[in-house]
């Protein structure tokens, strides 16, 4: 399977606390993705990092990039009760359009 | 701007039956891809269109098809009904010439019994 893996698969954490997500996938990327999901329901894009990048900022929001390692990981900072969802990343394999998703991480946040 | 709408939200179909699936993307974006998301498989690639044609295709067999239309709403096929088509089916729409981002819907929920 292409299918990414993610680390950890859940995740609990309280309100304030930083939370850290890690990614690893298979195959050459244009670039990565990180997206959130409630309750299963749609996906929401967070932040999309491309392969010649090694670090994004976006709001609380950090992604890192190594594409030597095949690795990506997102760092959620001061973290509140809404940010309680499952997150994904998924990688644009190169020379396609398609997403790969990851196995996804289930974050708690307790208030 | 409206978001990506997909219906109908909910379905029941029965063990070898057909489902049709609708989605209209943001205006303006051509590009439209479907994925299913099961507790077993994740979340897999289905299709992919951009200007009525399909660009990609995941590892589905072919009771599984789809079509864009000239005003870039997309339409998603199930023949054969199997239990194992249980799923969530999200659609996504993206400005091809702006980036990579994925606009997903809320989902199709399809329950096959």
């Known amino acids: 399977s292409q299918q990414g893996e993610e680390d950890p698969q859940a995740l609990s954490i309280q309100e304030g606390e930083n939370a850290t997500m890690n990614c690893s996938y298979k195959t050459s990327i244009n670039n990565l993705q990180w997206y959130r999901q409630n309750s299963g329901r749609g996906l929401v894009h967070l932040i999309l990092i491309r392969s010649n990048e090694r670090e994004k900022h976006s709001g609380r929001l950090r992604v890192t990039l190594d594409t030597s390692k095949k690795s990506s990981s997102l760092l959620i900072t001061a973290s509140r009760a809404a940010d309680t969802a499952s997150y994904f990343c998924?990688?644009?394999?190169?020379?396609?359009?398609?997403?790969?998703f990851g196995t996804g991480t289930r974050l708690q946040v307790f208030p | 701007k409206a978001g990506v709408t997909q219906t109908p939200r909910y379905l029941i179909k029965t063990r070898g039956q057909q489902v049709t699936l609708s989605c209209s993307p943001i205006s303006g974006h051509r590009s439209v891809s479907w994925y299913q998301q099961t507790p077993g498989q994740g979340l897999q690639f289905l299709f992919e269109?951009?200007?009525?044609?399909?660009?990609n295709k995941g590892n589905f067999p072919g009771r599984f098809s789809g079509r864009q239309f000239s005003n870039s709403r997309s339409e998603m096929n199930v023949s054969t009904l199997e239990l194992g088509d249980s799923a969530l089916y999200l659609c996504?729409?993206?400005?091809?010439?702006?980036?990579?981002?994925?606009?997903f819907g809320s989902g199709t929920r399809l329950t096959v019994v």
């Open positions: 998924a990688t644009v394999p190169y020379n396609t359009d398609k997403l790969i």
């Open positions: 269109y951009f200007s009525e044609t399909q660009r």
């Open positions: 996504a729409s993206r400005d091809r010439d702006r980036g990579y981002g994925y606009t």
